[in-house]
């Protein structure tokens, strides 16, 4: 009891300057900067000591293997004209930074702060003029015709309530934690390796509709009862031989003795 | 007096019995004969057999409307009817007995005993042949209807169906709502699915997928030098391994790391190379995706410029042996 009660203390102890101050998170490099600096300058700063080890000088990119700051070997796209909508999505989903450039990117904590953030992705954006943030109204879009575009479009990796899957060297991630804003910005940027959608391609009206959708998938009405994890006919099949057809033995098992007895 | 009336009647009676009961007496007992329950058991072997005999009929015509479930309600009534016929021979015909203990099959004396017992449950029927001649009809009807579907895994001596396609030189791509595609309005890092104009879009060799790279990432076989205008390239979008819709294209974002741009199958994950002429990456797919070969007519719209590379969709055993085309 005593040693629950110290540990007890001790999480006190560190939760309380963690809920007080909020400290920087340790794994990237913060800039302190003076008050009223600009957004583009902070993030220039936090480019340099973050970011350019992979994409260059002035997110130019790094096209063969360099050994760079900390012997992390730089290798990375150039960031000219991709825009704030592409660095606010790989940024805010926790995918940059990256440990090593051949890994797939996926969803990790964020470890800049709201402000550092913005001030990167501003930064990112005056390189060269590029799409800005998407401000998607997924209250306006159809559930149905979000559906019907979801199947056509993403369900073959993403899976058709968004449970994520696979393709051949990747793994399509769930959607699950999605906002409609990344989502947003997923569907016309392509991160890694998902094709890109243009607006002639999937309209935003039609986007709308995909983003209100995925939000619906994330509880879908299961009007078939227990779901099995949505994910398809394998682990029904599975129910069924394995538990229904047991089942079913079991049934006849016990008639047949009541008859014989 | 009375000895000997039992006799005679005795011996009569041994005359008339088959000659093989003659030493032993019966060990199931005789049961009245039932040939209103004989008839019901021809009745339902008769519907069987009709039945069994609809399915081979409902599938040779493919205008019946709903044809998949009739030919599941013709087997499955064929199943059912056998079934019935079976219980009624149980419950009516088959004189039964309870026995004591198991049967020892051993000694040959009770395999004897054994035997005798089948034979004897069914001297009940008076018109054994026919009934034997019913049961043999409607099994019969049912294997055929099994076997029925057989007919469905292709064609085995003319082949000639399975590379039949709807696309020429000249035929136009267009997209699901019948809009040709404009050369320029096809984009790099994305796909877009294509059928040719006026033509079924039901049909294997129709759908296409679309996808465009730089000129120079082109890697094409000989041969096919000409068939991506602008980078632009047309694949059969029917799986060459079990014929799923190929649904999966992946494009990488950086090339130096990431793996290349391909085209994947959701069914088993067969990937195919699209810079080189849908050669197989990863999976189970036995050859190549089959390549339409395209040209930019003068008004910039997408038109096939021949037909496939290559049989479209899944592989039979004769798709080496019988060549590219026929």
């Known amino acids: 009891m005593r040693r629950v009660l110290a540990g007890l203390f001790v999480a006190g102890l560190l939760l309380v300057p963690a809920a007080a101050a909020d400290p920087p998170s340790p794994g990237v490099t913060h800039v302190e900067v003076p008050p009223g600096t600009a957004a583009v300058d902070w993030g220039t700063q936090l480019f340099g000591a973050n970011c350019v080890t992979c994409h260059g000088p002035h997110g130019k990119g790094i096209f063969s293997p360099v050994r760079g700051a900390g012997d992390q070997t730089g290798l990375g796209p150039s960031l000219s004209g991709v825009g704030a909508r592409a660095a606010d999505f790989y940024l805010r989903t926790g995918y940059m930074p990256l440990d090593d450039p051949h890994n797939q990117p996926h969803r990790s904590r964020v470890l800049f702060s709201d402000r550092e953030l913005a001030a990167l992705v501003a930064y990112v954006a005056s390189l060269q003029p590029g799409p800005p943030v998407p401000m998607p109204h997924p209250e306006r879009g159809k559930l149905a015709e979000g559906q019907e575009q979801f199947t056509e479009h993403c369900a073959g990796c993403h899976q058709i309530v968004a449970a994520g899957g696979y393709v051949t060297n990747a793994v399509a991630p769930p959607l699950d934690k999605a906002t409609p804003v990344e989502i947003a910005e997923a569907v016309r940027i392509g991160p890694y390796l998902m094709p890109r959608f243009s607006d002639e391609h999937v309209s935003d009206a039609q986007l709308d509709s995909i983003i209100r959708y995925v939000t619906y998938a994330k509880h879908p009405d299961d009007r078939g009862g227990w779901a099995l994890g949505h994910l398809g006919p394998v682990p029904e099949g599975l129910v069924t031989w394995f538990i229904g057809i047991a089942l079913l033995v079991a049934t006849c098992t016990v008639v047949g003795r009541r008859l014989h007895s | ?326």
């Open chain 2, 1 to 326: 007096m009375r000895w000997l009336i039992a006799l005679v009647v005795l011996v009569l009676g041994r005359l008339r019995r088959r000659p093989r009961l003659d030493s032993e007496e019966r060990i199931v007992p005789p049961g009245t004969r039932d040939r209103h329950a004989e008839n019901v058991v021809l009745g339902l072997f008769g519907c069987a057999t009709l039945c069994g005999g609809a399915v081979p009929a409902i599938y040779a015509f493919d205008s019946i409307p709903n044809q998949t479930q009739f030919l599941g309600l013709a087997l499955g009534l064929a199943f059912a009817f056998v079934s019935a016929a079976c219980i009624v021979i149980s419950k009516r015909l088959v004189v039964t007995e309870e026995i004591e203990g198991e049967y020892g099959l051993s000694h040959p004396d009770e395999q004897e005993d054994v035997k005798r017992i089948v034979d004897e449950s069914g001297d009940r029927l008076t018109r054994k042949r026919l009934l034997v001649l019913a049961g043999a009809g409607a099994g019969t009807a049912l294997g055929a209807a099994l076997i029925t579907p057989v007919a469905s895994l292709g064609p085995v001596l003319d082949v000639s169906s399975l590379y039949r396609t709807p696309w020429r030189r000249g035929v136009r791509l267009v997209d699901e709502g019948g809009r040709a595609f404009l050369a320029d309005d096809i984009e790099e890092d994305t796909f877009y699915t294509a059928y040719p104009e006026h033509a079924d879009r039901e049909q294997m060799g129709a759908p296409l997928v679309v996808v465009r790279l730089k000129p120079e990432q082109l890697q094409l076989p000989d041969g096919r030098r000409h068939w991506a205008p602008d980078g632009i390239l047309a694949y059969s979008k029917i799986c060459t391994h079990a014929g799923c819709a190929i649904a999966l294209y992946r494009k990488p974002t950086f090339t130096p790391v990431e793996p290349k741009p391909a085209l994947v199958c959701p069914c088993h994950y067969s990937t195919f190379d699209v810079a080189n002429g849908g050669d197989v990456l990863f999976g189970p797919a036995g050859r190549p995706l089959p390549q339409l070969p395209l040209t930019i007519d003068s008004s910039g719209e997408l038109r096939a410029a021949g037909n496939f590379s290559g049989p479209v969709g899944p592989s039979w055993w004769g798709v080496r042996r019988h060549g590219p085309r026929s």
